[in-house]
């Protein structure tokens, strides 16, 4: 298992903002969320127990305190999430051949809220299943 601490994604990485602007207004904010989203599993990585291959299905499990009551609903969220998703698995890829293919969203939970601390933990962890390839 490995828990990732990502920060509440920028609204302009939300699909529904995005009103026909041009990729290019949200690229650097993609950039930077991959960034973060590699450095959060080269931290995590240190403390994980994650042990996968590229057959393993990952279960992913999604809990986000909000700052108000006024947040993304699930899908968005999700959407949103992909940069870092992106930046993660770029990581993981390269430590133990894993990708984003592999996960299944079971939990997310979008109903606490934390006004000094907003926040996604984001808890990857492998189940017996494996993917064909």
Same mark, same amino acid.
């Given at each position: ?45 240190? *403390?994980?127990? !994650?042990?996968? +291959? =590229? ?13 108000? /009551? ?11 999430l992909k940069p870092y998703q992106d930046g993660i698995f770029a990581f993981l890829e390269q430590k133990i051949q894993i990708n984003d293919k592999q996960i299944r969203?079971?939990? *997310?939970?979008? !109903?606490?809220? +934390? =006004? ?13 299943? /494996?993917?064909?390839?």
């Amino acid at each position: 298992m490995i828990k990732l601490t990502l920060p509440i994604p920028d609204s302009k990485l939300s699909p529904n903002r995005k009103n026909g602007k041009n990729w290019i207004s949200s690229h650097s904010i993609k950039k930077d969320a991959q960034k973060q989203g590699y450095l959060s599993a080269y931290q995590a990585w240190h *403390i994980s127990k !994650l042990v996968a +291959d =590229k057959t393993t299905i990952l279960r992913c499990d999604l809990k986000v305190y909000h700052k108000s /009551k006024i947040h993304l609903d699930d899908d968005n969220l999700v959407s949103a999430l992909k940069p870092y998703q992106d930046g993660i698995f770029a990581f993981l890829e390269q430590k133990i051949q894993i990708n984003d293919k592999q996960i299944r969203y079971r939990t *997310i939970d979008t !109903l606490e809220m +934390d =006004k000094l601390n907003p926040r996604v933990i984001m808890t990857l962890s492998a189940i017996e299943r /494996k993917l064909c390839l």
